[in-house]
């Protein structure tokens, strides 16, 4: 009996212990602690881009409409081919035959469209132009920016993350200087959002001297930030 009561008593002494001795036990809440912002920014040039162009033609013969639309997307798949664009980076839809009404003075039928889209993925602002303009050569109907993206966004953002987390420090360590404490460990950190660029247009301008010149896709921003609690000694 007496050997128990030693035995309790040595517990409850260590749990005692336990719960006063150090910071480390010490809840948050309760200790002298700062809480700081920070955010962090990668700048960086859109490296890939995407480009729809559409073989259309209207009229009555629609047999020989679809062998123009055919001809002008086999001209495109050339043209890709000239480029060295992997065809893994094109995508070309089944023809879409159309019918084309009149409603004044009553509903007619005036004809049929025939058309076919092909999309086209493409690595480097110089490809993308020399693509731009060879598509418009061809006589194309139609042919519009896709967008533009960053290749390496995640690595950015991640980049973005640790200067978050640097200026959130610096920041922190201003705070404790001027209230005479020193800077300790971060007890909580929370990172608060990402910033990573979706596809955008991509502004285009025709050059014939100089193609690649006249396309501009411009930086984006690539940002991150961070709450960071640290601990005041």
């Known amino acids: 009996m007496r050997k128990t009561a030693h035995l309790l008593t040595g517990l409850l002494a260590a749990l005692i212990l336990t719960a006063c001795g150090g910071n480390n036990g010490q809840p948050i809440a309760e200790r002298d602690t700062v809480s700081v912002s920070g955010e962090g920014t990668i700048k960086a040039r859109p490296d890939i881009f995407n480009l729809v162009a559409v073989a259309r033609e209207r009229g009555d013969d629609v047999a020989a409409m679809k062998d123009e639309v055919?001809?002008?997307?086999?001209?495109?798949?050339?043209?890709?081919?000239?480029?060295?664009?992997?065809?893994?980076?094109?995508?070309?839809?089944?023809?879409?035959?159309?019918?084309?009404?009149?409603?004044?003075?009553?509903?007619?039928?005036?004809?049929?469209?025939?058309?076919?889209?092909?999309?086209?993925?493409?690595?480097?602002?110089e490809r993308y132009a020399e693509l731009a303009d060879g598509l418009a050569g061809l006589g194309l109907k139609e042919v519009r920016p896709g967008g533009s993206e960053i290749s390496n966004a995640d690595e950015l953002a991640n980049q973005a993350l640790e200067k978050a987390v640097r200026a959130a420090r610096e920041k922190a360590e201003i705070l404790a200087r001027a209230a005479g404490r020193e800077l300790g460990e971060a007890m909580q950190i929370n990172a608060q959002g990402y910033n990573v660029p979706g596809p955008v247009p991509m502004r285009a301008a025709m050059a014939k001297e100089d193609a690649s010149q006249s396309y501009r896709p411009g930086e984006q921003d690539v940002t991150a930030s961070v709450q960071i609690t640290f601990q005041l000694n």
């Open 70 to 125: 055919d001809r002008q997307v086999q001209a495109m798949l050339d043209l890709a081919k000239q480029l060295q664009i992997d065809d893994k980076h094109i995508t070309a839809s089944d023809i879409q035959i159309a019918p084309e009404w009149e409603y004044q003075p009553e509903r007619k039928l005036i004809g049929h469209q025939v058309s076919r889209e092909v999309s086209f993925r493409t690595s480097g602002v």
